[in-house]
C-alpha cells in the first residue's frame, strides 16, 4: 500500500516534529530534511496500519458473512428432514428446531455422538444379568423413586458412553446405600485407558476401567470439563464402586422386568432423529433410525404408556434444554432404534 502525504497540513507535520526538533534544539544543523521525512514516515505507518486493520475487519466481516449463508442453509435443509420425520412419525413426537439445527449430520455425529458403539459386536461379552424374578409392572419410573440425578450435559464432547455408565452407577449406588451421589464422568474421560475420551467409548470398557481404578469421586471432587486432560483421580476420594456388571437380555420385556426390579439400565441406540425431537412419543421408521446402527449411549429410567401409545423414558446427557427437560421418549415393542441391542449395569454388593 503507497501512502500520499502531499495533503499531509503543516500543523500535523508540525506536531509530529516538535518532540524531535526538541532532541536536536542544541545542534547547530537541525537537519531540516532528515526530520521531515522521519515525519512523512511516521505519518505514512500510522495511515497504513489504520488500513490494514480496515481491511482485516472488511475480510473477517466477509467470512462472518459467508459462514452465516452455509448454516442458514444447513438450517433449511435440516428443517425439510425434520418435516419429513414429522410426516412419516409413527408415535406422537414433535420434530423441529432445535440447539443442533444449524449442524450438519456429519457434524452431529462427530461432535455429539460415539462412533465406537458401531462396533458394539466386536465388545467383549458380559457376563449375563440374572432374570428378574416376576413379571414387570404395567408403568415404572426411578424418578419417582429418587434413584436418579440432575440432567447432565456431555458438551461438544463424544462422552456419552461416560454418562451412561455414571447415570447407571448412581442408581446402584442409591439402591443399595441409601444416598444418591452425583459422580464424576471426568474421571473416565480422563483415566479410562481402554476408552477414547471424547472420541468415544463402550459400556464394557467403562465398568471394566472403573474396577482397575478403584471406584468413582464425585462431580463436586472432578469436576467435568468436557475436554480429555492429566488423569487427576485421587484414591483418597473414591465416594462409590463396583463390583462387577452384567449384559441385559436382549427382550424388551425382560429389559424392562429387570428396570423395575433393579433400577436403571445403561443402554445405546441410534440417535438419528434425536437431532430434531422436541416433545412427544418417537417413533421413526428404520430408513431413519437403522437398529444395527447405535451410536449414542443414554440411561433408561422407566417406562409406561401415554394415550396408549408405549415408550421408554430416556436420561440423555445434553442439557435440559433439550427435549423434554433433557428427557427422550422412545417406542417401545419393537426394539426402535436398537434401544434393546447394548443394555447392561454396573453391580455393587
Not at 524531535?20 to 522521519?38: D, E
Not at 415393542?333 to 434393546?340: H, L, T
Request: net charge negative.
Amino acid at each position: 500500500i503507497t501512502c500520499n502525504l502531499q495533503n499531509v497540513s503543516p500543523t500535523s507535520l508540525f506536531f509530529y516534529s516538535v518532540p524531535t526538533f526538541l532532541t536536536h534544539i542544541g545542534a547547530i544543523k537541525f537537519k531540516v530534511k532528515y526530520l521531515m521525512s522521519q515525519v512523512k514516515h511516521l505519518i505514512c505507518l500510522f495511515s497504513c496500519s489504520l488500513l490494514s486493520r480496515i481491511f482485516y475487519e472488511y475480510v473477517l466481516l466477509t467470512l462472518h458473512l459467508a459462514e452465516v449463508d452455509r448454516r442458514l442453509r444447513i438450517f433449511h435443509e435440516n428443517l425439510k428432514t425434520a418435516e419429513k420425520l414429522q410426516a412419516l412419525d409413527q408415535g406422537s413426537a414433535e420434530y423441529g428446531v432445535t440447539k443442533f439445527s444449524d449442524l450438519t449430520e456429519e457434524e452431529f455425529r462427530s461432535t455429539y455422538l460415539n462412533p465406537l458403539l458401531s462396533q458394539w459386536t466386536l465388545h467383549q461379552p458380559m457376563k449375563p444379568a440374572t432374570p428378574a424374578k416376576g413379571p414387570s409392572p404395567d408403568s415404572w419410573d426411578w424418578r419417582d423413586h429418587g434413584a436418579v440425578s440432575p440432567v447432565k450435559n456431555q458438551g461438544m464432547c463424544g462422552s456419552c458412553w461416560a454418562f451412561s455408565v455414571i447415570g447407571n452407577i448412581e442408581g446402584q449406588w442409591f439402591l443399595k446405600n441409601g444416598t444418591l451421589l452425583s459422580l464424576s464422568e471426568q474421571e473416565l474421560v480422563d483415566c479410562d485407558g481402554l476408552d477414547q475420551a471424547c472420541r468415544g467409548g463402550l459400556p464394557s470398557n467403562a465398568y471394566e476401567a472403573i474396577e482397575k481404578l478403584g471406584g468413582l469421586e464425585t462431580e463436586s471432587d472432578y469436576s467435568y470439563t468436557g475436554h480429555k486432560q492429566r488423569c487427576d483421580f485421587t484414591t483418597g476420594k473414591v465416594a462409590a464402586y463396583i463390583n462387577s456388571s452384567v449384559e441385559l437380555p436382549k427382550e424388551e420385556k425382560e429389559i424392562a422386568a429387570w428396570l423395575a426390579e433393579n433400577g436403571p439400565v445403561s443402554v445405546a441406540l441410534n440417535a438419528f432423529a434425536m437431532q430434531f425431537y422436541r416433545k412427544g412419543i418417537s417413533h421413526p421408521l428404520k430408513i431413519f433410525c437403522n437398529p444395527w446402527m447405535i451410536d449414542h449411549a443414554v440411561l433408561l429410567v422407566g417406562y409406561g404408556e401415554r394415550k396408549g401409545i408405549p415408550f421408554w423414558a430416556i436420561k440423555n446427557s445434553w442439557g435440559e434444554d433439550y427435549g423434554e427437560q433433557g428427557y427422550y421418549n422412545l417406542y417401545r415393542g419393537s426394539n426402535a432404534c436398537g434401544i434393546n441391542k447394548m443394555c447392561s449395569s454396573a453391580v455393587v454388593n
